[in-house]
């Protein structure tokens, strides 16, 4: 009985020792937690300065991808051996100058795309087809009125690359007002 009893009571006692360790730790935690919180405020604050900081912001982005299937046998389509394939491209390009009392927002478009249907019954068709041929570049340059509205001018160029070049190829220009309520968001006004 005695043994039963020094065990339950070591048991007990470990139990109430993790506890209060669990506890002492979440209570240094807390202080280390507010810390953090307001590190991480100052450095959102100091981003946003450096955002609103005169300069070119240049960047790009873009996407590659494809896709390949086969059917052999395949009784349900009207080509039962066929392969099909495409592949796409797309490339995102900006370069932006803020200043104080005006800003030119350029940016450029590529967007490629072919595709290929192979009925295997015949011959000559095994060739990917363009399918997507899209090429455009914009530039809008405004001058500040306030924070929110600016007199403005945008210029749009758009075409196609692999096909035609600059058959047909179209020139935009127009001149109004941009409206900038948002950082990321901008309304063109040009009638």
């Known amino acids: 009985m005695k043994k039963y009893l020094c065990s339950l009571l070591l048991v007990g ?10 506890l002492e730790l979440k209570q240094k ?7 953090i919180k307001k590190l991480q405020g100052e450095v959102a604050a100091l981003q946003a300065k450096i955002d609103a900081l005169p300069g070119w912001r240049i960047g790009a982005f873009g ?13 349900s389509r009207t080509a039962p051996n066929a392969a099909a394939g495409n592949i796409g491209i ?16 350029n940016s ?4 490629l795309g072919w595709v290929k249907l192979n009925d295997k019954s015949i011959k000559g068709d095994e060739d990917f087809e363009t399918a997507t041929d899209v ?4 530039s809008l340059y405004g001058k ?20 035609n070049f600059n058959d047909p190829g179209y020139l935009d ?6 409206w900038t309520p948002m950082n990321q968001l901008r309304v063109v006004i040009h009638p």
Do not use: H
């Open 13 to 22: 006692s470990s139990f109430c020792i993790q506890a209060q360790t669990v």
């Open 173 to 178: 220009f127009g001149v109004g007002f941009t």
């Open 90 to 105: 797309t490339v995102n390009g900006y370069a932006n100058l803020i200043q104080k009392g005006f800003f030119w927002k």
């Open 144 to 163: 500040r009125i306030n924070k929110k509205w600016a007199a403005s001018a945008l210029m749009e160029y758009r075409t196609s690359i692999i096909d």
């Open 108 to 111: 450029g478009t590529l967007n």
């Open 29 to 35: 935690q807390a202080p280390k937690k507010l810390e």
């Open 135 to 138: 090429f455009t570049i914009s």
């Open 63 to 75: 996407t590659i991808g494809g896709s390949l299937s086969g059917f052999n046998n395949w009784y």
